[in-house]
Each structure stands twice: as structure tokens, then as C-alpha cells.
């Protein structure tokens, strides 16, 4: 007879600006709980306003891990992540059956709870290439080729980010076969429940608190931190919204009001992006994000009951 998993991890999930640090933080706290960022734009100790990591009081409530744990000049990918963050659980459960895992980074989401699809290995000179076509001619011509040869990839993926662009070319051009080929094979099983909790609200009020939280990272001193990063605006860490839009407004492409009004589109699409991704999951139980957290957690207490039966 399989023994049945009795640890827990409650993994909140949704779009951008919606609220989940904010649950996370009271869910610790009821569960006597440590939490697990897997916000792939928060590793980076020298990115904090325009990631919008948790402030001081924030960090101070409940016990994180995997906030600004990294630097810019560091590689580090998913792979990794699914690695470290498998590794500091088996440490947690130990002090306590129950513990969450909170970010809006969906693939990073996915590597802990299923483990991550199998890719084969591609020559490094097709990532050249391309690194060389994004340099010449810029990413227009990249997101066209992905959309000719994988179609489902490309409306499902930041196909702004160069990164993530570039290596689903890499795959389709080095393997021959669409990158959405190697995804969604038989995923590996892991020795705890996993409860998903997903925040919810209407399309407007997402894109107000967005433009909102973007004009409150501006007062706060975003400029200002892009133009330290400035120098170095080509490393992977620094390919995200926010702060390559203001880059090109330090490069005198963009104008700065234009600037700003990209970072609020750019970050709107993502979030929808976002959405799309959890919502395919059918096992999150979605809440609008102003329900009473009590509710949410008494809808967990009953979960992890049945789960133990």
C-alpha cells in the first residue's frame, strides 16, 4: 500500500498587483507557516522596487526564502530553482507539516509542484545566431519566426522577453519539432499534498491596481534604479518589465511619459498572460481578492483534513 503524503504546501497563484503577498503573509501566520517566493523577477538583491519585493514589514511578519538570495550577475534558471526550492522544503516540512509558496512566475509555479518537461540538448550556435539577429535587427524578426514555427508557443509565452523567446527558437530550430512538443509530458510525483489558491478580480480593476502600483514604484524611486542597472541592461535578469522600457528611454528611443505608458501595456499583458497560464490548472480554487482570508483558510483546514483521510 503507497503511503499517503502528510505535509502540505499551499501554493498562491494570479495575476500581478492582485494581493497575494499580502494573503501569503496571513496564511504563514495562521498556519505557523515559512514562505517560498517563486517570483523569478524577486531573486535579485539588486532589483527591488521595480520587482516590487515584499517591504521591510513584510519581510519582518513571516520567514522568506528565495527573495533576493541572488545577484544579476549570477546565472540561474529554473532548473535550479526547482532544485534549491525542493531542497529548503524537505528542510521546512520538518519543522512543520504545513508551509506556502506564493508568486505569479507560472513556470517556476510548476517546477516544484510537477518538475519541469524534458528539452533535448541544441547546438550553442543556434543561441548565437540568434543572440546576433536580436542585437541586428531586433526582436520583431524573433517573434515572427516563433509564431511561424510554433504558433501555440507563441501565445503562450512572454514573447517580449528575449530570454524566454530565444530559447524556444533555439528548440524549434535545433530539434526541428515545435517547442510545445517536449511540454506537458507525464510529470513527476512529489511527497506532499499541494493545496492551490488562485486570487481573481475583474480585468479593470487588475489594470487599475496595476497603473496604480507602477506610479507608486516611480514615486518610490524606480528611475533611479533602472539608471544603476543601466550599464548593465544586456544581462538575462534585467530582460523584464520595468526596467527595459526605461532603458530605451535612457537610450533615447522611447520619450519618458512613452516609457511609462509602456510599462503600464507591458505589464498589463502579463498579467493576462499570467491568468491564462494558472487558469488551466483545475485544481485552483479561485477567490476574489477581497474575500475575508478566514474564509480562505478555513477552505484549507477542510482540504488538509480530507487529504489526511
Not at 499517503?4 to 499551499?10: F, V
Not at 530559447?167 to 507525464?186: D, Q, W
Not at 477567490?287 to 477552505?299: G, L, P, R, T, V
Amino acid at each position: 500500500m503507497i503511503q499517503k503524503p502528510t505535509n502540505t504546501l499551499i501554493t498562491i497563484v494570479g495575476p500581478t498587483a492582485i494581493g497575494k503577498t499580502a494573503l501569503s503573509i496571513k496564511l504563514a501566520k495562521a498556519f505557523n507557516a515559512d514562505i517560498i517566493s517563486c517570483d523569478s523577477r524577486q531573486f535579485y538583491k539588486e532589483m527591488t522596487i521595480g520587482t516590487a519585493v515584499p517591504d521591510a514589514n513584510e519581510l519582518a511578519a513571516a520567514k522568506h526564502h528565495f527573495i533576493q538570495n541572488r545577484s544579476i550577475f549570477e546565472d540561474y534558471n529554473v532548473g535550479e530553482f526547482e532544485r534549491d526550492a525542493l531542497s529548503k522544503l524537505e528542510e521546512l516540512f520538518q519543522q512543520n507539516p504545513v508551509q506556502i509558496m506564493v508568486g505569479g512566475s507560472g513556470l517556476y509555479v510548476d517546477a516544484v509542484l510537477k518538475g519541469l518537461d524534458y528539452f533535448p540538448e541544441v547546438d550553442p550556435k543556434i543561441r548565437e545566431n540568434l543572440t546576433k539577429e536580436l542585437e541586428e535587427k531586433g526582436i520583431e524578426p524573433l517573434q515572427q519566426k516563433l509564431k511561424e514555427l510554433d504558433i501555440k508557443t507563441y501565445n503562450s509565452i512572454a514573447i517580449e522577453n528575449p530570454h524566454r523567446l530565444m530559447r524556444a527558437l533555439e528548440v524549434c530550430i535545433g530539434s526541428g519539432l515545435p517547442y510545445s512538443t517536449f511540454k506537458n509530458k507525464p510529470k513527476k510525483t512529489r511527497n506532499f499534498n499541494t493545496i492551490k489558491i488562485g486570487l481573481k478580480a475583474d480585468r479593470e480593476i487588475i489594470y487599475n491596481r496595476i497603473n496604480q502600483r507602477v506610479d507608486i514604484m516611480l514615486a518610490n524611486g524606480l528611475l533611479e534604479e533602472a539608471k544603476k542597472l543601466y550599464p548593465h541592461k544586456k544581462l538575462n535578469a534585467l530582460q523584464t518589465v520595468g526596467y527595459r522600457e526605461l532603458f530605451s528611454y535612457f537610450d533615447g528611443t522611447f520619450t519618458k511619459d512613452f516609457a511609462i505608458s509602456e510599462i503600464k501595456k507591458n505589464t498589463r499583458r502579463f498579467a493576462k498572460r499570467q491568468f491564462t497560464w494558472f487558469k488551466k490548472d483545475k485544481n485552483t480554487i479561485w477567490f476574489d481578492y477581497k474575500i475575508d482570508a478566514n474564509k480562505i483558510i478555513e477552505e484549507i483546514k477542510k482540504k488538509i483534513k480530507n487529504n489526511e483521510r
